[in-house]
């Protein structure tokens, strides 16, 4: 026989709007990323701090905002009309101090490029560009360390 719980306590977080808690999630899976709980992370076989390896990225998006250090709203398509666009990019380790590049294109020209500096045991980077009017069309933000090698290439757009 199941009867009703009368007396039972309140589950944590319930009384919150979707909202609410869908930023309570992505901070809190942000918080694990950041700690290495979540998602490839830990040591790598080619790169390790004992043998001065390069830093390993571990995770990279183009988002509309940061909140916490955490990308909000991450994706391939952007309305001209939020006015700025962001890349993130999360390294660990990071074995020594190190410069990655984010180099922005439009339509495969060269907009801008942001030298980011890393330091150990790991590091988040952003960087972001303004958006105008006739920005609209396809873009992509190639990640780099200074040797020029090319970690990660991501690829969004811009529309009205």
Same mark, same amino acid.
């Given at each position: 026989?199941?009867?009703?719980?009368?007396?039972?306590?309140?589950?944590?977080?319930?009384?919150?709007?979707?909202?609410?808690?869908?930023?309570?999630?992505?901070?809190?899976?942000?918080?694990?990323?950041?700690?290495?709980?979540?998602?490839?992370?830990?040591?790598?076989?080619?790169?390790?701090?004992?043998?001065?390896?390069?830093?390993?990225?571990?995770?990279?998006?183009?988002?509309?905002?940061?909140?916490? &250090?955490?990308?909000?709203?991450?994706?391939?398509?952007?309305?001209?009309?939020?006015?700025?666009?962001?890349?993130?990019?999360?390294?660990?380790?990071?074995?020594?101090?190190?410069?990655?590049?984010?180099?922005?294109?439009?339509?495969?020209?060269?907009?801008?490029?942001? !030298?980011?500096?890393? !330091?150990?045991?790991?590091?988040?980077?952003?960087?972001?560009?303004?958006?105008?009017?006739?920005? !609209?069309?396809?873009?992509?933000?190639?990640? !780099?360390?200074?040797?020029?090698?090319?970690?990660?290439?991501?690829? &969004?757009?811009?529309?009205?």
């Amino acid at each position: 026989m199941n009867l009703p719980l009368r007396n039972t306590p309140p589950i944590p977080g319930a009384h919150c709007r979707p909202a609410r808690r869908r930023a309570i999630c992505r901070l809190a899976v942000g918080l694990l990323l950041a700690v290495g709980l979540l998602g490839p992370g830990g040591s790598s076989a080619e790169s390790s701090p004992e043998d001065g390896g390069e830093p390993v990225l571990v995770h990279s998006s183009v988002s509309e905002a940061l909140y916490a &250090f955490t990308p909000v709203n991450s994706g391939v398509v952007f309305s001209v009309e939020r006015g700025s666009i962001m890349c993130f990019t999360a390294f660990d380790p990071v074995p020594a101090e190190a410069v990655v590049y984010h180099e922005w294109y439009r339509r495969d020209r060269p907009i801008a490029t942001h !030298k980011l500096h890393l !330091k150990p045991p790991r590091w988040s980077t952003v960087s972001s560009v303004q958006l105008r009017d006739a920005d !609209k069309g396809p873009w992509r933000v190639e990640i !780099k360390l200074e040797n020029g090698k090319l970690l990660r290439t991501l690829r &969004f757009s811009v529309i009205d």
